[in-house]
């Protein structure tokens, strides 16, 4: 069986792993990016929304090649179909083309001298007493061991590198996806994205409509644990319902899995460490994760090649990686998990009442997991009881 050696392994050529290639290559480590699939960024499972300042953290331009459609703002539905707008005072951000965007996150891993094997899967990670020492891998029909000092999974929610190193079997609460890409459409404003939230559209999630342009958009929705049909059921009636979707063709039909319970316990062991959906890195209201997944990757990526330099891959050293992540992120994640958990007890009327309190920056804040006490402490001020309840609940847990 031929055995490779480098510095860094990374499982995975998505957001968060090219981006932890990129990080280790920066400071001279000898990195080895693998994907199993033929390419990078193929297939797409993403509704493409990232924010201005995604992108930049992701160290790509907004060019007409990676930004199919500016978005300038943000409606979000309520059942009853009235709507809040959030500022477009703000560039709020991008319906991005993931494909061409993972790749050129891969293309600048490469560029910084890390090697990229692409039909290479990985089977499981190898351990050598209790450590982590690498990871057997198949490519066509050849089995090969990948040695490294530090090992990082970045395979996306099922995650082998999770389940093999024992970081983790499942995530207790995820959302299932299903999308279309519909073309044939003539909006009206697609530089606005659209959510739909309420039971009537998503039982536990929400429905999207991402314009791509003004004949195309991402048009999907995520549902979670109690649903009667599937998630592609709910998108067909909630397309049927919406005269401007209804005469859309399907360009596309794809969705997945969204981990939306919070952090994993552990996001380290000795010799390993984990990024993007692979560590649950995802804000739970929204079950964004490209943004949440370059930022970890970079800070992975560091921490492993200073981690090597210095001889010592315990999970103590690594362990600088989750510090740092939870100074902004993890306190995000977290804090949005919280609001998934209210809301979880709010049903269609009291969502709809909700709507006629909160103000545009509230909606914000409560998706992306800022200033919550402030938002809630405010709407205590004006709140039926209902909703004075399920505040007072996220605030004394
Ligand atoms: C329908 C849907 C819509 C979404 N919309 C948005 C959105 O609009 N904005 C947003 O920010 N987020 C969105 N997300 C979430 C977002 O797509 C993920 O959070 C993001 O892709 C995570 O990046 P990642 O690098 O961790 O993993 P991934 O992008 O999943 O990449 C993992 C990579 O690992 C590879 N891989 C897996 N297993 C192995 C293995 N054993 N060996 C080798 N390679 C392997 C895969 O092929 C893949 O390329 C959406 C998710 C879904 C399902």
Known sequence: MPVLDYDIVIVGAGPAGSMAARAAAEKGMRVLLIEEHPQVGVPVN???GLSANGLRDAGISPSPEVVSQEVKGVRVYAPNGKYLELPSSERAGYTINRDIFDRRLAEMAVEDGAELMLETRALRVVKEEGRVTGVLAKRGGEIMEIRAGVVIGADGFSSIVRRTAGLGRWYTDVATCAQFRLAGLHLEEP??????????YAPGGYAWVFPKSREVANVGLGVRRIHKKPAIEYLKDFVKADP???????????GGVTPVSGLVEQMTGDGVMLVGDAAGQLIPVTGAGVHAGIVAGRIAGEVAAEAVQSGDVSR???REYEVRYAVEWG???RKSRRVVEMLDRFNDGDLNTLAEIITERDILNLANGRNITRVLAR???RAPLKIMKMALIYLST
């Open 331 to 333: 306190e995000r994640i």
């Open 316 to 318: 103590r050293t690594l």
């Open 191 to 200: 530089e606005i994205s659209e959510f739909y939230v309420g039971a009537k």
């Open 46 to 48: 993403c509704a493409e």
């Open 244 to 254: 401007r979707l209804r005469s859309g063709k399907p360009i596309l039909v794809n």
């Open 379 to 381: 709407l205590l001020r």
